[in-house]
């Protein structure tokens, strides 16, 4: 069973903003150490973005993206969220969420530390 699902990618000029949507599974929320997104551009190797570690709710951005990109959830909904602002165009890539279910170490940043990972969204920010 598809335990995440990205929405919410889009094409955007850029400057503008967008929000993403991660639905998980009842199952991965409960179990997660934490939850991050990623990023993977046409030709380059899938990079880290944003994360949250539930232990203690601290979060984690990538330099590119600090002061423009915010990581949340809602429990209620069972859904994490990054909001995107003054998109940029280097920003394009097909976006993912992960689950960090399986304790490998306490590092947020790699992705092979994650267990459950979307199908991805497109996002494309026009110049």
């Known amino acids: 069973q598809v335990q995440l699902v990205e929405s919410g990618g889009g094409l955007v000029q850029a400057g503008a903003s967008l929000r993403l949507s991660c639905a998980a599974s009842?199952?991965?929320?409960?179990?997660?150490?934490?939850m991050g997104w990623f990023r993977q551009a046409p030709e380059k190797e899938r990079e880290f973005v944003a994360a949250i570690d539930w232990s203690n709710d601290n979060t984690y951005y990538a330099d590119s993206v600090k002061g423009r990109f915010t990581i949340s959830r809602d429990n209620t909904k069972n859904t994490m969220y990054l909001q995107m602002n003054s998109l940029k165009p280097e920003d394009t890539a097909v976006y993912y969420c992960a689950a960090k279910v399986i304790y490998y170490s306490g590092s947020f940043h790699q992705g092979n530390e994650y267990t459950y990972w979307g199908q991805g969204t497109q996002v494309t920010v026009s110049s």
């Open positions: 009842v199952r991965t929320i409960f179990s997660a150490y934490g």
